[in-house]
């Protein structure tokens, strides 16, 4: 049975006819940029994360980069981040001339080693930007009180963990400000490129909004040096129906990861690990296995799907080569990055795909 790592396909038919009129209904307005779309899923983003802004975005890279302006972040200063995640964490600390410094992993939930980020902070960290990776919060509590001893600002990266909690409450709303992505393979997805900013602090909030509209607050009256990074109307528009049915898909991604854990329990593949204080929303499905590079292989041969999320971690990157960092130096990141690999993982799984998929990987083990 070929089962797609995502299959969007089968989500829209699902939603098809109200996703269509939402569509339609922005190109009747024939508003197309900062219209009533976008302005609803921010006041609905915000609301359902308990905070006082939420400001749209482009994609979650600027999302990203806009935060660390907001945030003071300056040429020279540090940022202490993960390595292990997507090269965006990074790129958006050098798009402000900032630092990045990693801080190596937790080998079994992925996301930073809280106890390794103290001894990292100098006189010119600014700001720690926690990845939850794969949808699973990271160590927030500790983490924040870390940051609250320095004085340094707080940046969640919620790329793959919208509707994931902490302690009881959402990622996003723990930090400073927290970043979304609404890549379409999400699990709150566009139908292109978008993102969004939270936050708490009104005065954050209203730089983000000049930031993102060339520095303006005043039509045609600039006062900084902005960007074109507005999240669009038909991308709202789609947004807005899907974020009535964010829960329903989380709980669905949940359901699907335990059915995988029962189905895979073998020997020699290491299913995901909750952390008990979090809930974990399943934006991959990611086990470990020792072998990992000969049973892709094998699993490519049988047409199964399958992706290594991330297959070279950021330290080694030649982008960041300048940073003088060698193998061995994080050795919990890179053991992982030679070991994960990500299931097919999306609301509309059936058992009879999962358990065709986990039969598969067992078998190629």
């Known amino acids: 049975?070929?089962?797609?790592?995502?299959?969007?396909?089968?989500?829209?038919?699902?939603?098809?006819?109200?996703?269509?009129?939402?569509?339609l209904s922005v190109m009747?307005?024939?508003?197309?940029?900062?219209?009533?779309?976008?302005?609803?899923?921010?006041?609905?983003?915000?609301?359902?994360?308990?905070v006082q802004h939420a400001v749209g975005v482009g994609s979650g890279t600027d999302a990203l980069h806009l935060a660390l302006?907001?945030?003071?972040?300056?040429?020279?200063?540090?940022?202490?981040?993960?390595?292990?995640?997507?090269?965006?964490?990074?790129?958006?600390?050098?798009?402000?001339?900032?630092?990045?410094?990693?801080v190596d992993i937790r080998p079994d939930t992925f996301n930073i080693d809280i106890t390794k980020i103290e001894k990292k902070i100098t006189k010119k960290t600014k700001a720690i930007i926690p990845v939850h990776l794969y949808g699973q919060p990271a160590d927030m509590g500790p983490l924040m009180a870390i940051a609250g001893k320095h004085g340094l600002k707080v940046i969640e990266d919620c790329a793959q963990s919208f509707g994931a909690e902490y302690r009881g409450k959402k990622t996003g709303a723990l930090g400073d400000l927290g970043c979304f992505s609404f890549f379409p393979s999400k699990n709150l997805g566009a139908y292109g490129d978008g993102g969004m900013v939270i936050t708490d602090d009104a005065k954050m909030a209203g730089q983000l909004l000049s930031l993102r509209n060339h520095g303006s607050k005043v039509r045609y009256y600039h006062d900084e040096i902005g960007f074109n990074t507005r999240l669009d109307e038909m991308q709202a528009a789609v947004l807005n129906v899907k974020l009535k049915r964010i829960d329903e898909y989380n709980a669905n991604r949940k359901k699907n990861?335990?059915?995988?854990?029962?189905?895979?329990?073998?020997?020699?593949i290491q299913t995901p690990v909750e952390s008990g204080d979090g809930t974990h929303v399943y934006h991959q499905y990611t086990v470990r296995i020792k072998n990992r590079d000969a049973v892709k292989q094998k699993l490519d041969a049988e047409k199964v799907s399958s992706m290594i999320y991330y297959p070279v971690p950021l330290h080694l990157q030649t982008a960041y080569k300048d940073l003088g960092m060698k193998p061995g130096s994080l050795p919990v990141s890179e053991q992982c990055a030679a070991e994960v690999l990500s299931l097919p993982m999306?609301?509309?799984?059936?058992?009879?795909?999962?358990?065709?998929?986990?039969?598969?990987?067992?078998?190629?083990?």
Not at 257 to 266: C, I, P
């Open 69 to 102: 302006l907001a945030a003071g972040v300056k040429r020279g200063d540090e940022v202490i981040t993960t390595p292990f995640t997507f090269i965006a964490t990074a790129e958006a600390i050098s798009y402000v001339g900032g630092i990045p410094v990693f």
């Open 346 to 365: 999306y609301p509309e799984l059936t058992e009879g795909q999962i358990k065709s998929v986990a039969e598969a990987v067992k078998k190629a083990v």
């Open 1 to 23: 049975m070929s089962v797609p790592m995502v299959d969007l396909k089968i989500q829209y038919e699902a939603i098809k006819n109200e996703i269509n009129d939402a569509v």
């Open 257 to 268: 990861a335990l059915l995988y854990n029962k189905h895979l329990s073998a020997s020699g």
């Open 28 to 50: 009747q307005s024939t508003t197309f940029i900062l219209g009533p779309q976008g302005k609803a899923l921010e006041q609905s983003v915000a609301a359902y994360h308990g």
